[in-house]
């Protein structure tokens, strides 16, 4: 299974946000996983990550759109920042935290066994932060695991 690993810079006060797009003209799914929680399963994803504070604080539900899946499908999370940290300094929820991205991707094209995916974070540092994978299907699905650390 192909797989990426990586650190991400969070900012304090700052939410992260995370897109994940299907490419080739393929179509798939992904699943997020925010330590080992299951965040939404859906080919499109709409939600804020948990903020990690007080109960009823911060975030509202997940809500996911059920979309059908095709080139340039997408999963968006939020995450909230700015709550206190140790010694009551503004801190970012999410530092520490791993985030995992499971895409299964179809090869549904006749035109091409090739098959991507591209994890996009933005709101850290460095503020674009592309992950990108590919590989060759053959009419196969092929798997994609992208896990992130915030630090």
């Not at 797989?3 to 995370?18: I, K, Q």
């Not at 968006?76 to 791993?98: I, M, W, Y």
């Amino acid at each position: 299974m192909p797989t990426v690993t990586a650190n991400y810079s969070v900012v304090d006060g700052r939410p992260v946000h995370l897109e994940v797009t299907i490419g080739d003209a393929q179509t798939g799914s992904s699943a997020a996983y925010l330590d080992g929680q299951l965040l939404d399963v859906q080919p499109t994803i709409d939600m804020d990550l948990p903020s990690g504070g007080a109960a009823g604080a911060g975030q509202g539900p997940p809500a996911g759109s059920g979309a059908s899946g095709a080139e340039g499908q997408s999963a968006d999370e939020t995450g909230a920042g700015g709550q206190a940290g140790p010694g009551g300094t503004p801190g970012n929820p999410l530092r520490g935290k791993v985030l995992l991205v499971s895409t299964t991707v179809f090869d549904v094209q006749q035109a091409t066994d090739r098959v991507s995916v591209r994890v996009d974070l933005t709101g850290g540092l460095p503020p674009d932060f592309p992950l990108v994978q590919a590989s060759t299907a053959q009419g196969a699905p092929v798997n994609f695991l992208t896990v992130v650390t915030f630090v």
